[in-house]
């Protein structure tokens, strides 16, 4: 009967994730951790971008505006496209933002009054 009883070692919960990550956040994207992953979307995207290049010679260029003659034009508008997109954020974060101190006071708290 001893034999059937061993000194076992204390069982620690298994390590889903890293500590302090979400359990579902372990449960979504647990899959994309492995290196076998890794090597097939590597291959995916190095498949994709050949497959974009060929088609880069394959198909004829030819664009619709003058616009994409003018000197700088990519640059240009590359740029103004980044601003707006960096400003818009602006009037986001005033619609969007809380009180200074929003999470300090709680309905109903002693000395909420002050």
């Keep these: 009967m001893s034999e059937d009883k061993q000194s076992a070692a204390p069982v620690e919960p298994a390590q889903l994730g890293e500590p302090g990550e979400h359990p579902l956040s372990v449960l979504l994207f647990s899959w994309m951790r492995g290196k076998l992953f890794f090597r097939i979307f590597m291959a995916v995207l190095a498949a994709l971008g ?20 003018v000197p700088g034009f990519f ?3 590359g740029f103004l496209a980044f601003a707006i997109a960096v400003l818009s954020g602006w009037p986001l974060g005033k619609v ?8 300090e006071t709680r309905s109903g708290e002693a000395g909420r009054d002050r």
């Design 50 to 69: 050949a497959v974009l290049i060929a088609l880069e010679f394959l198909l004829s260029y030819r664009p619709v505006t003058s616009l994409v003659n």
């Design 96 to 103: 969007l933002r809380r009180p200074e101190d929003y999470y």
């Design 75 to 77: 640059g240009i508008f």
